[in-house]
């Protein structure tokens, strides 16, 4: 769903800023605000994702694992909110999270479905974080309990609930049963 501005223009990062702390995710795509209201359900897979993403880095300690309140700002001026972001500490300034939207390109980013996600504006978001260079996407399913794995337009794979997912090369020795997303 997309915020109209009351002053009439393009919305603004200065207009993402000010929307309300209420749970919802926003994110500023060709000058909307776009809101994407999550369920319970999307949410507990979220964190479950990001919790096992910062277990494997308590001891390989190479970036940090940020969750959908993050807001990253891509050289086209959008703000995407990823569900779970990772960054190598490399990447960010002085090795630091920055206080405000991140204007750098993620390590990984997941997005998790929910019953509400139109399936263009999925295939929007991950053709900007491919076009932007995002190495590794993962686009979570929760009612078929799959993972597509997204490195590029040709280079997919989809990963279903019983398999292993890793995440090489983004980070190295990672692996844990997809099912581990679900439950």
């Known amino acids: ?88 500490t490399a990447k960010l300034p002085g090795g630091q999270s920055p206080e405000t939207f991140g204007e750098l390109i993620p390590d990984l980013v997941v997005e998790v479905l929910s019953p509400q996600d139109r399936l263009t504006e999925i295939g929007r978001k991950i053709g900007e974080y491919l076009e932007y260079g995002v190495p590794l996407i993962w686009l979570v399913d929760p009612r078929e309990k799959t993972v597509a794995v997204y490195r590029s337009l040709t280079d997919t794979e989809r990963v279903v609930d019983g398999a292993t997912i890793t995440a090489e090369p983004v980070l190295p020795g990672f692996a844990v049963p997809v099912r581990s997303f679900f439950e």
């Open 1 to 88: 769903m997309a915020i109209t501005m009351t002053h009439g223009g393009k919305a603004t990062i200065e207009d993402l800023l000010q929307m309300p702390k209420d749970g919802m995710k926003y994110e500023l795509v060709g000058g909307e605000i776009l809101v994407s209201p999550a369920g319970m359900r999307h949410s507990m897979i979220a964190a479950r994702i990001t919790y096992l993403i910062a277990r494997y880095l308590e001891g390989n300690p190479i970036g940090t694992v940020y969750s959908a309140d993050v807001g990253i700002q891509f050289p086209n001026g959008n703000v995407r909110s990823p569900d779970v972001t990772f960054v190598r």
